[in-house]
């Protein structure tokens, strides 16, 4: 069985500030914020995907369904649901 805790984490941070939400606010946040739209459907992301156990178009999928609900989720309602949708299946 494999470990994938630390990949679904790198996940979940990379595809939350995606969404643009922080916990802090930063003059910096919009650029993580594109850095991180700029990682999803990279080669790094896709490493990152397999390494979660997961196929890059699912978890992209899984962002983008979110994603059209951020204006009104909490950072920490994003980080909630992307942790049970991929830790759902990673633990399988």
């Given at each position: ?5 630390l ?78 949708a ?7």
């Amino acid at each position: 069985m494999h470990d994938y805790t630390l990949w679904v984490a790198v996940l979940v941070q990379g595809l939350t500030d995606a969404c643009g939400k922080f916990l802090w606010s930063s003059k910096k946040n919009e650029s993580y914020r594109q850095d991180a739209l700029n990682w999803i459907g990279s080669k790094d992301f896709n490493l990152v995907c397999e390494f979660a156990g997961w196929e890059s178009n699912q978890v992209y999928d899984i962002y983008s369904a979110l994603s059209k609900h951020k204006h009104y989720l909490t950072t920490d309602d994003i980080r909630y649901l992307l942790n049970e949708a991929l830790n759902r299946r990673s633990n399988m």
